[in-house]
C-alpha cells in the first residue's frame, strides 16, 4: 500500500505486519472467519485504508464498525479541511507551499511535531482530497486558519458516503454491530482479531494485516483522566464508539501511547453543546474571560488549547464570556451561522446566556460577584483607554493586526458562560515490539 496510505486524518492506526494466518481447527463454538485484510473501524480512516488496500489489489478486505452506524467522529466533524496547493486555492489566485503549509504545522506545533511524518501527509493528505474531487464532491469554500486560506469545507457526510460507495464498488464489506475486543497472537505474530457480534463472539483471522482504525478516546473517562488530569471537567463531543479501544488492544501487546503530553482540549463551547456548531470565537472579538471569582486568568488571545488548558484548571472547569453590545453586533455579522447567537438577538432565555443593562446587572444574573466583575471590567477598560494595552496578561487584538483592543462599556452587556470541549485525542500509539510483531521488511508501521 504506497498510495494515499490513510494518511489524511488525524489517525490513530496502527498496522500489525503479519503472516498468513490458516483458520485453526474448529475446537470451540466460537465461529471463525478467514479474511484478507481487517480494518477495525469505519470512519474516514478505517475506510480509506480499506479502499487504498483494495485499490491497489488486496482482496477480500473486511471493515467491522462496532456501532449500527457507520461514521466515527468523522461524520460528526465540521469538514475543515486543510490541504495545501490544491486547483480552489489556484483559481482564486491563493499562493500556497507545502513548505508553507509545513512550517505552519511546526510552528503551530511549538517544532515539537515529528518532522517526518509532517513532510509525508502534506503530499498524502493533498492526494487523498483529489480522490474525493476525482468521484464529484467539492469544498464548499475555502478559508483561512493561519495566514493562508488553505482550509477546505468539505460535507463530512458526503464523504463517509462516498467512500462506502467506493467499499461497495470494490467488494469491500462493512460489518457493523462488530466489536473488536482483543488481537488473537500465535507465536509472536498476530494472526487475528477476537469480535463480538449481536452478543455472540467471533474470530477473524488474517491473511494480511489487521489495521487498528477505532479513533480516539474521548469518551473512556478513566484513560482520558489518566492521560490528562486536568480532563475530568471537559466536554466531550466525539462520537460515542470513541472509547479508545484499539489503543487497549494495542497496548496490551506493548504498544506505547505517546505525545500524551500534547493533548488538549478545544475553546470554547456553550454549556450544553451538542456539536461544532455550538462553539464561539467570542474571545478572538474582544470578550474578556472571566472565572467563577469574576476575576481574569488567562491570555484571550492565546491558541484556544492553551485557553482551554487555563480553564481546566479551574475548579470546576468554567469560564465566562464577557461582552458588550458592540462585541455582540460583531458576532452576528462573523458567526451569522450560529443557531444560539440568533437566539439571543431575539432575547430567547438561553440557560447559559446572562444580559444586562450594566455589567453589575449581568454579573447578578450569571451568578457572578457584581462588584468583582465591575471591578474587573473598569480595570481592563481603564488601561486600555489610557493607552497601556493588557499589562496583566498582555492580550494582543487578533481579528486584524490594526486592530486595537476595544474597551467593553456599549451596554447592554452580555455573560456566556462556555467550557473546554474535547473533539478527538491527538495522542498516539508507537510500536515498541516491531521486531516481535511483524515479519515484514519494510516499516509497515505508522509512528502515530
Ligand atoms: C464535533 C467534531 C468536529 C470536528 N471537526 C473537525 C474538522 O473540521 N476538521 C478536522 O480535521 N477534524 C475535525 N474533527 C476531528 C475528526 O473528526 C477526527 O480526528 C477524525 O474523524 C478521526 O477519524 P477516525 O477514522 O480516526 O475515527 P472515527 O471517525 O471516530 O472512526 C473510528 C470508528 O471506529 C469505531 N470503533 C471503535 N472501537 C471499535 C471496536 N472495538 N470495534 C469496531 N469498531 C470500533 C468507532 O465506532 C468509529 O466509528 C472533529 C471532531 C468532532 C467530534
Redesign the pocket.
Known amino acids: 500500500m504506497n498510495r494515499r496510505q490513510f494518511l489524511s486524518?488525524?489517525?490513530?492506526s496502527l498496522i500489525f505486519g503479519l503472516a498468513s494466518a490458516a483458520l485453526p481447527a474448529k475446537t470451540t463454538n466460537i465461529s471463525a472467519e478467514q479474511v484478507g485484510l481487517l480494518v477495525?473501524?469505519?470512519?474516514?480512516?478505517?475506510l480509506t485504508a480499506a479502499v487504498v488496500a483494495a485499490e491497489n489489489g488486496v482482496k477480500d478486505v473486511v471493515v467491522?464498525?462496532?456501532?449500527p452506524l457507520?461514521?466515527?467522529?468523522?461524520i460528526?466533524?465540521?469538514?475543515?479541511?486543510a490541504v495545501s496547493g490544491t486547483a480552489l486555492q489556484k483559481s482564486q489566485g491563493i499562493v500556497d507551499s507545502d513548505e508553507e503549509f509545513y512550517r505552519e504545522i511546526m510552528n503551530a506545533g511549538g517544532q515539537v511535531n515529528n518532522r517526518d511524518l509532517v513532510k509525508r501527509i502534506i503530499p498524502e493528505n493533498r492526494k487523498q482530497f483529489e480522490w474525493f474531487l476525482s468521484r464529484g464532491l467539492k469544498p464548499a469554500t475555502v478559508f483561512a486558519e493561519g495566514s493562508v486560506p488553505r482550509v477546505h469545507a468539505m460535507d463530512p457526510e458526503a464523504m463517509i458516503l462516498e467512500l462506502r460507495r467506493a467499499a461497495v464498488q470494490l467488494g469491500i464489506k462493512i460489518r457493523t454491530g462488530?466489536?473488536?475486543v482483543e488481537l488473537i497472537v500465535d507465536k509472536g505474530r498476530v494472526i487475528g482479531l477476537k469480535a463480538v457480534q449481536s452478543g455472540k463472539p467471533i474470530n477473524f483471522y488474517v491473511k494480511r494485516d489487521v489495521i487498528l482504525?477505532?479513533?480516539?478516546f474521548g469518551r473512556n473517562k478513566k484513560l482520558l483522566e489518566q492521560v490528562q488530569p486536568l480532563m475530568r471537567n471537559v466536554l466531550v463531543?466525539?462520537?460515542q464508539?470513541?472509547?479508545g479501544?484499539?489503543i487497549t488492544m494495542a497496548r496490551k501487546l506493548g504498544a506505547n501511547l505517546v505525545d500524551t503530553e500534547h493533548l488538549k482540549a478545544s475553546y470554547a463551547f456553550t454549556e450544553d453543546a451538542r456539536?461544532?456548531d455550538d462553539k464561539t470565537l467570542a474571545n478572538y472579538l474582544g470578550a474578556v474571560i472571566v472565572d467563577d471569582n469574576a476575576k481574569r486568568f488567562v491570555n484571550e488571545s492565546n491558541q484556544y488549547r492553551y485557553i482551554a488548558d487555563a480553564v481546566l484548571a479551574q475548579p470546576l472547569g468554567r469560564s465566562y464570556l464577557v461582552f458588550d453590545q458592540s462585541i455582540f453586533e460583531q458576532l452576528l455579522k462573523i458567526e451569522s451561522d450560529k443557531p444560539f447567537w440568533k437566539e439571543v438577538a431575539k432575547d430567547k432565555k438561553l440557560s447559559y446566556v446572562f444580559t444586562g443593562k450594566t455589567i453589575e446587572e449581568a454579573a447578578k444574573n450569571a451568578l457572578l460577584d457584581p462588584e468583582i466583575l465591575k471591578k474587573t471590567i473598569d480595570n481592563y477598560n481603564q488601561n486600555i483607554l489610557e493607552g497601556k494595552g493588557d499589562p496583566a496578561f498582555k492580550r494582543t487584538p487578533i481579528v486584524s493586526s490594526n486592530q486595537k483592543l476595544q474597551p467593553i462599556n456599549k451596554p447592554p452587556f452580555y455573560i456566556v458562560s462556555v467550557k473546554a470541549c474535547i473533539?478527538?485525542t491527538t495522542v498516539d500509539l508507537r510500536s515498541t515490539t516491531r521486531r516481535k510483531y511483524s515479519t515484514r521488511k519494510e516499516n509497515r508501521y505508522l509512528d502515530f
Do not use: M, P, Y
Not at 70 to 74: E, H, L, N, Q
Not at 76 to 81: E, I, K, N
Open positions: 486524518v488525524n489517525i490513530a477495525v473501524g469505519a470512519g474516514f480512516a478505517g467491522i464498525e462496532k456501532e457507520i461514521g466515527g467522529s468523522s460528526l466533524s465540521r469538514g475543515s479541511w462488530v466489536k473488536a482504525c477505532t479513533g480516539g463531543l466525539s462520537a464508539g470513541s472509547t479501544d484499539g456539536g461544532i473533539l478527538g
